[in-house]
């Protein structure tokens, strides 16, 4: 097993999936270590991926919908079930429910893109950040998930255009924010199709597409659309692996190892090391702080 890399990402939600799909792409040697497993998805099967785990939906809900819980007074989280869907931590003045497997957080999120409606939101934040610079990365993004406004061509169910009780409701004045759902071609009729890394998903059928995650994978997540086409570029990807400790190596090593990483592994539980020249830590808003 590989005992050392270039670079490690902490983390494979949001941060740590464009991180290191990046990377790869420029040819870098990354590994990528994610506390989750792969989740049992149209998409993951279809390009052969095994040993997946349900998502919480229906009877699984029961089974693998918590991971973790855990209190600012504690320092471990009791765990459950490590290939439970979400954590809940109480803290000092917030409460946090977060995701937990390949693509982190895309599985939970509303697949909805909105920029800051404040046209000054990232003025005065730091020399090299601008509005102008953050709008190529939003574009970037809204590409790399096939994210779109909604239309009335699209006939979605129960929309605002169809339910306006007269015109009682308007979303008149507000943002039509894109969404990253592979919608229908045809409404009404759902098609299966497969994009150029031989992933398959289906178009939306309006069900199933939550935050307890999208089995059919209409909901673009970050494991099949980034992930998976990083790995086609080298990538490498441990699942199941809880990074538990960091530490800076007291001297740099002949072959530029300056970090040693240490974690569990909840396949064969067993606690293993790599050592890394560079460290991404991406692992969420609260695990990362932690």
């Not at 270590?33 to 919480?56: F, I, K």
């Not at 759902?181 to 059928?205: F, N, S």
């Not at 970090?259 to 990362?288: F, K, P, Q």
Request: with cysteine; charged share 20%.
């Amino acid at each position: 097993m590989k005992t050392q890399a270039e670079i490690v990402v902490i983390g494979s939600g949001f941060g740590g999936a464009i991180a290191a799909k990046r990377l790869a792409d420029a040819g870098r040697d990354v590994l990528m270590l994610e506390r989750g497993p792969w989740r049992d998805t149209v998409p993951n099967r279809s390009v052969g991926l095994d040993n997946l785990a349900p998502l919480p939906q229906g009877k699984k809900a029961f089974t693998y919908g918590l991971r973790s819980l855990g209190m600012h007074r504690f320092r471990k989280c009791l765990m459950l079930n490590p290939k439970g869907f979400i954590e809940a931590f109480r803290g000092k003045g917030i409460n946090i429910i977060c995701s937990s497997g390949v693509g982190g957080g895309s599985h939970a999120y509303a697949a909805m893109l909105a920029k800051p409606s404040d046209p000054e939101y990232w003025a005065n934040r730091h020399p090299l950040i601008s509005k102008s610079a953050m709008d190529n990365y939003y574009a970037e993004i809204i590409t790399l998930l096939q994210a779109r406004p909604v239309t009335d061509e699209d006939q979605v169910p129960n929309s605002v255009s169809q339910t306006s009780y007269d015109g009682v409701l308007s979303t008149q004045g507000l943002p039509n924010p894109f969404i990253g759902i592979l919608l229908p071609a045809h409404p009404g009729t759902a098609q299966k199709v497969t994009d150029g890394y031989g992933v398959t998903r289906w178009e939306c059928e309006y069900k199933n597409n939550s935050i307890l995650g999208s089995p059919s994978g209409a909901k673009t997540t970050l494991d099949f659309s980034v992930i998976w086409p990083a790995i086609r570029n080298g990538l490498v990807v441990r699942d199941m692996c809880e990074v538990t400790t960091l530490t800076k190596l007291p001297h740099d090593e002949a072959d530029g190892m300056r970090y040693e990483i240490r974690y569990r592994d909840h396949h064969n539980h067993t606690t293993t090391s790599v050592r890394a020249r560079h460290v991404i830590l991406a692992a969420g808003c609260l695990n990362t702080v932690r």
